[in-house]
């Protein structure tokens, strides 16, 4: 017979962490109202009372899931947006260009998860709402140091504003989502690409 092993605790950072790998993962796939909290703590293979120790409700759960998926599109963003000096418009094609990979990868499912949480809780939830808000400005506000490099560099028309051109750029790929979603095709993933890069970006 195989020895029994010593039980070894988890680190406390540890389980949360693996409650809001496994929430985001069910969530991204059936909704935040669709998805029950028995079923992230199954997935996660946690008892019921390690949820509680970590969030007071679904809500503050949902709320720092909201943080855990803009980290998560934020590390894809600054390596972009950092690598590769005097080529920003390049480094913003890149970043989208690996972002339509992944959607690739996906099957055209799924789409942003802090849009989803966007599309489904903002007009319930106040907090919600504030806070995938701050999400998006965060996103966006790193495309704009992007934006803001390349005018200084004369590679964009010197009269678009690097902060409202970030804004319409997130606009336009997050509609961008929203018709992949419902085409089951990455063709308005090009279609954003070649309006964005070889129109409104243009010198």
């Known amino acids: 017979m195989f020895k029994k092993q010593p039980v070894v605790p988890v680190p406390k950072e540890s389980t949360k962490m693996r409650i809001?790998?496994?929430g985001s993962r069910i969530i991204h796939e059936?909704?935040?109202?669709?998805?029950?909290?028995?079923?992230?703590l199954d997935a996660a293979r946690v008892p019921k009372g390690s949820f509680y120790f970590y969030f007071k409700s679904k809500e503050d759960f949902g709320l720092q899931l909201v943080d855990f998926y803009l980290?998560?599109?934020?590390?894809?963003?600054?390596?972009?947006?950092?690598?590769?000096?005097?080529?920003?418009?390049?480094?913003?094609r890149n970043f989208f260009r690996y972002m339509m990979g992944m959607c690739e990868q996906m099957g055209c499912k799924g789409g942003c998860p802090i849009g989803n949480l966007t599309q489904e809780m903002a007009d319930q939830k106040d907090a919600f709402r504030i806070k995938v808000n701050q999400?998006?400005?965060?996103?966006?506000?790193?495309?704009?140091?992007?934006?803001?490099?390349?005018?200084?560099?004369?590679?964009?028309?010197?009269?678009?504003?690097?902060g409202e051109t970030a804004d319409f750029i997130l606009n336009s790929w997050e509609g961008a989502l929203l018709r992949m979603k419902a085409e089951n095709s990455l063709q308005p993933l090009i279609v954003f690409e070649k309006m964005i890069f070889e129109g409104l970006l243009k010198p």
């Open 20 to 22: 809001l790998s496994e």
């Open 30 to 40: 059936k909704g935040f109202n669709n998805t029950g909290i028995q079923e992230i």
């Open 71 to 92: 980290q998560f599109i934020l590390s894809a963003v600054e390596p972009h947006m950092s690598a590769t000096p005097g080529k920003p418009i390049e480094r913003l």
């Open 135 to 162: 999400a998006l400005g965060m996103i966006s506000s790193q495309m704009a140091k992007c934006l803001e490099e390349a005018r200084n560099l004369q590679q964009i028309n010197p009269s678009l504003d690097p």
